[in-house]
C-alpha cells in the first residue's frame, strides 16, 4: 500500500504551518522568494514535465547552480513521482554523456550558463528532452516560462517510503562516477537525528553554505535542513570566493554557517576576514574532510564561534558522527548522532581492539540503496545493513573518533602504518604553513614520506626552510615520520568542494 512519502511535501508543511508569506530563499540578487511562492515553482516544474510526458521514476538531469530553479526542479521532479539526479554542474563535458547514459534521463534541465558543455552530448542522444533555466531556451523548453506562468496546483504522488526520490553521483580516486539512490524515507532521518538536536534549527533561521546543492552536504544545508524546519536558505551563485562569502554574511546575517576545510582556511587568510560581522553566527559547521585543529583554534580565537566537525558521505546523504555544541573535541569528528551505529573494523572486517585503527562501518536510516548499474560494488560496500566508508579512524580515550586518512591514502613507512593527517596537522602549526598534503614518494627503492606546503602569504621559500619544517615535524612525531622531501607549490589538486586529491600528488610529474 503506498503512502505520501514524498519529500516535495516539505514546501507544503511549510505552509500548513502558517508559513507561507515567510522567506524560504535568499538569491544571490536578493531577491526573497516566500514559501507560498517556492510552492507555485515547484508545481510549475511539476505541471511543465507532466506536460512533457516525463512518467513515475523516469530521471531528470539537474545541470542548476544555486539558483530557485534548483530546488523548484529537483522538488517539482518528486512530486510526479519522476527522479531528480542533480550533478556537478563543473564536470567535463563528456561526463554529461555518461551521466545520461548511465542513468536512463529522459530529460535535463539544464542552467544557459552550462549549454555549450552539454548541447553536444544531447545532439547525439534525440530521446533526451531539454529544459533550460535562467535564460534562452536554445530550442529546448523554457523552465523560465513554467516559474513565471500562473501554475495550477499539481498534487504530490502517493510514494512508499522506499521509493527512489533521487540520485546523487558520488566519485571517487578511480573509475567512473557512481549513481548512488536515495529513498523518499533517506531524507527526515538527517534532519531529525542531526540537524533538529545538534544544530537547533529552528523557523526564521538563517543558513548560508558555502557548499553547492548538487552535493549531498550542500543539499541538506540549503534545501532539506531549512525546509524541513521553517528556515531561511541564503543562496550563492558562481564561485564561493571568500569576498563573496564575506558579503553574503555581512549582509544577510546567518545563524548557521556550513563550509568546507579549505574555506574556512582560504577566508582566515584573508584581511577582510576581522572585518565581517560575525556576530549574527551560533554556530558554524564543516565537512567533505576533516578540520584541521590549527583552522578550528584560529577561527574561534578570532569569532568565538565553535565549528562543529562531522563526517557524513553521499552514501549516508549527510552527516552521522559529529561535534556537539559545548562539547566539541578540535581535530576529532564527534560521536554517532542518534539513530547510527558505528564501527571501526580490519581488512577481514572484524571489529578492531580498544585503540585500533581500523575502517570505519555505519549504519543508519538515511543509507543509500545501492549504487545504480554496479551490483559488485554494491555488495561490497553494503554488508548486512552496514557500509564501508572507506575512513579510516580511532577513538581517543574520551570516545570522540581521529580521522587517520582514507584507506586508500594511508602510508606504510619502514613497514609500519602511517597517517598523512597527522603529519600534516603538525605542519599546520607551524607559524610559516597555510596548507599541508602529504603522500608517499619512492626514494631508492623505500617509501619515504613527501610534503607538498602552502605557505602564508607572508612567507617566502627561503634557505634552511626546509630543515625547519622537518626538524619541527621531528619534535612531535615518531622519527619515522618527518618528511623527508618538502615542496612547496600554490595549490593542490582539489575535487569541487575543496578536498585534496592525493592520488594526484602522487601521480608522477
Request: charged content about 20%; hydrophobic content about 40%.
Amino acid at each position: 500500500m503506498q503512502t505520501i512519502a514524498n519529500v516535495s511535501t516539505l514546501v507544503d508543511s511549510n505552509l500548513d504551518a502558517g508559513r507561507g508569506d515567510a522567506t524560504a530563499i535568499i538569491t544571490t540578487d536578493d531577491q526573497r522568494v516566500s514559501f507560498s511562492q517556492l510552492h507555485s515553482l515547484v508545481c510549475g516544474v511539476a505541471s511543465g514535465l507532466s506536460d512533457l510526458g516525463i512518467r513515475r521514476e523516469e530521471r531528470v538531469l539537474l545541470v542548476l547552480d544555486d539558483t530557485p530553479a534548483f530546488p523548484a526542479s529537483f522538488l517539482g521532479a518528486m512530486r510526479i513521482g519522476a527522479v531528480p539526479i542533480a550533478v556537478n554542474f563543473l564536470a567535463r563535458p563528456e561526463d554529461f554523456g555518461y551521466f545520461l547514459d548511465d542513468s536512463y534521463a529522459v530529460a535535463a534541465i539544464v542552467d544557459s550558463a552550462f549549454l555549450d558543455k552539454i548541447l553536444p552530448q544531447l545532439d547525439s542522444r534525440a530521446g533526451v528532452q531539454l529544459i533550460v533555466a535562467n535564460g534562452a531556451s536554445e530550442g529546448g523548453a523554457s523552465l523560465d516560462q513554467w516559474l513565471s506562468a500562473s501554475s495550477r496546483e499539481v498534487a504530490p504522488v502517493a510514494t512508499h517510503p522506499d521509493d527512489p526520490a533521487f540520485w546523487l553521483y558520488s566519485s571517487g580516486s578511480t573509475g567512473s562516477p557512481k549513481g548512488v539512490v536515495h529513498r523518499h524515507a533517506d531524507v527526515a532521518p538527517t534532519f531529525d537525528n542531526y540537524a533538529r538536536p545538534i544544530l537547533a534549527i529552528k523557523p526564521g533561521d538563517v543558513m548560508f553554505s558555502s557548499t553547492k546543492m548538487y552535493h549531498a552536504y550542500g543539499l541538506g544545508n540549503n534545501l532539506t535542513f531549512p525546509l524541513s524546519a521553517g528556515a531561511t536558505s541564503v543562496y550563492l551563485t558562481g564561485r564561493p570566493t571568500p569576498d563573496r562569502l564575506f558579503e553574503r554574511v555581512n549582509t544577510h546575517h546567518p545563524d548557521i554557517y556550513f563550509s568546507v576545510p579549505a574555506l574556512y582556511n582560504a577566508i582566515l587568510a584573508s584581511p577582510q576576514f576581522d572585518e565581517t560581522d560575525w556576530s549574527s553566527v551560533r554556530l558554524g559547521v564543516s565537512a567533505a574532510e576533516p578540520l584541521p585543529p590549527e583552522i578550528w583554534h584560529r577561527f574561534y580565537d578570532r569569532t568565538g564561534i565553535e565549528i562543529l566537525d562531522g563526517l557524513g558521505s553521499t552514501e549516508m546523504l549527510h552527516i552521522f558522527c559529529s561535534n556537539r555544541p559545548g562539547e566539541v573535541r578540535p581535530g576529532t569528528s564527534g560521536q554517532p548522532i542518534d539513530g547510527y551505529q558505528v564501527e571501526l573494523r580490519d581488512e577481514q572486517h572484524q571489529v578492531v581492539g580498544p585503540g585500533e585503527a581500523g575502517e570505519m562501518w555505519v549504519r543508519g536510516p538515511s543509507a543509500l540503496s545501492g549504487y545504480w548499474h554496479q551490483r559488485e560494488r554494491t555488495e561490497a560496500k553494503l554488508v548486512g545493513g552496514w557500509f564501508a566508508s572507506g575512513d579510516r579512524y580511532h577513538q581517543d580515550q574520551n570516545g570522540y573518533y581521529v580521522y587517520e586518512g582514507r584507506v586508500d591514502d594511508m602510508m606504510k613507512i619502514g613497514g609500519l602504518w602511517v597517517s598523512p593527517i597527522e603529519i600534516e596537522n603538525r605542519l599546520m602549526e607551524h607559524e610559516a604553513v597555510r596548507e599541508a598534503a602529504v603522500v608517499t614518494v619512492e626514494i631508492d627503492h623505500f617509501s619515504r614520506v613527501m610534503a607538498a606546503v602552502i605557505l602564508n602569504e607572508t612567507n617566502q621559500v627561503e634557505d634552511g626552510l626546509v630543515a625547519a619544517l622537518q626538524d619541527w615535524c621531528r619534535l612531535t612525531l615518531p622519527h619515522y615520520q618527518y618528511p623527508h622531501v618538502v615542496e612547496f607549490v600554490t595549490d593542490f589538486p582539489r575535487t569541487p568542494t575543496g578536498k585534496i586529491q592525493r592520488f594526484m600528488l602522487r601521480a608522477p610529474s
